[in-house]
């Protein structure tokens, strides 16, 4: 597995981490807790460093999970969790109130087992507290070696800044792939410009960059892509277009959808390391297969040329959850 460092922080990681959402939140059936344990450190057999989860997964449960299958390798990866989207009872609450976050990162350490949490993102941006106050009690956190590295999610410029003058912040998280665009226009320079690695969730359209879903594709009443614009029949239907705009590049680079539209992540910057989410071994196994995919400066031209035809339909969240990002 190849290693990337995440902007001018100097933290390593795997080229491709693993997003640990669905293995028990937002994605229907709860699959098998043993087997997620297993998968997990099977990741890390095949040179994964990077695991993400949250607070708000679970709630809770995610973080026990991650932490129960890194305990035995745990100096072998690094650790990414968020605070601000979930209260101590587990209620829904975006709330980044200084006391909160010491007091919910305290809870983190706990269920994750460990002593120092590696990456603490803020999960969304609370406008109604001042985000240097965010940043100084994140701060705080980690002169007293309970957090290595701090992190926004959904951030937008401006914030990132404002943030990074009270506590470097180490990278920035945000949604970003071939069918999400928005962060070029101004987060990606301003990581540039500061030295802020970048940390693309959804990297695969929640699975429809993969192929593996069309028009047809039916989503277990507990799956949240039910409740998003971008998933109905007809969108799904019309955004089809990228899909195939990925396989005809994976046609010539004998690699699927998935592979493509992570090599194309790939290539954007040198500090970027996409999370990719499964529950399969097999997918997990494809996913890491793009890190060996190289695209010609000729196949990325091709890309731009023919995605930028391409309109996609639906938003990407309900009207609820995007008004919680700050891009």
């Known amino acids: 597995m190849h290693k990337r460092v995440l902007g001018a922080s100097g933290l390593e990681v795997s080229s491709l981490g693993l997003g640990c959402m669905g293995m028990n939140h937002h ?18 057999e095949l040179g994964v460093s990077l695991f993400d989860t949250a607070q708000v997964y679970g709630p809770f449960t995610n973080e026990a999970l991650v932490g129960e299958a890194l305990g035995p390798v745990r100096e072998q990866v690094v650790i990414a969790t968020k605070f601000g989207l979930v209260d101590l009872d587990g209620q829904p609450l975006l709330s980044s109130r200084p006391e909160l976050i010491r007091q919910t990162t305290e809870a983190s350490l706990a269920r994750l087992g460990v002593d120092t949490i590696d990456v603490l993102y803020q999960h969304r941006v609370d406008p109604t507290v001042p985000i240097e106050e965010v940043a100084g009690a994140v701060k705080e956190l980690i002169d007293d070696g309970k957090v290595k590295h701090f992190g926004l999610s959904e951030a937008g410029a401006t914030t990132i800044r404002r943030a990074h003058a009270v506590q470097p912040v180490t990278v920035v998280q945000s949604e970003y792939s071939l069918w999400w665009r928005r962060p070029e226009q101004a987060v990606l320079p301003t990581c540039d410009e500061l030295g802020i690695g970048f940390v693309p969730y959804s990297p695969l359209g929640r699975g429809f960059l993969t192929g593996a879903i069309d028009e047809h594709t039916t989503f277990d009443p507990a799956d949240n892509r039910t409740t998003i614009p971008r998933f109905t029949v007809e969108a799904r239907k019309t955004n089809q277009a990228v899909v195939d705009l990925l396989r005809t590049i994976g046609a010539r680079k004998d690699a699927t959808p998935a592979q493509i539209a992570l090599a194309w992540l790939l290539a954007q910057r040198s500090w970027i390391c996409p999370i990719p989410g499964t529950t399969k071994l097999r997918r997990l196994e494809e996913n890491l297969s793009a890190t060996e995919i190289e695209l010609t400066a000729h196949d990325l031209d091709e890309i731009e040329r023919a995605a930028s035809a391409i309109t996609i339909e639906g938003a990407r969240y309900s009207e609820a959850a995007e008004k919680m990002t700050n891009l």
Do not use: F, Q, T
């Open 27 to 44: 994605r229907g059936p709860v699959p098998d807790h043993d087997e997620m344990v297993s998968l997990i450190r099977k990741a890390v």
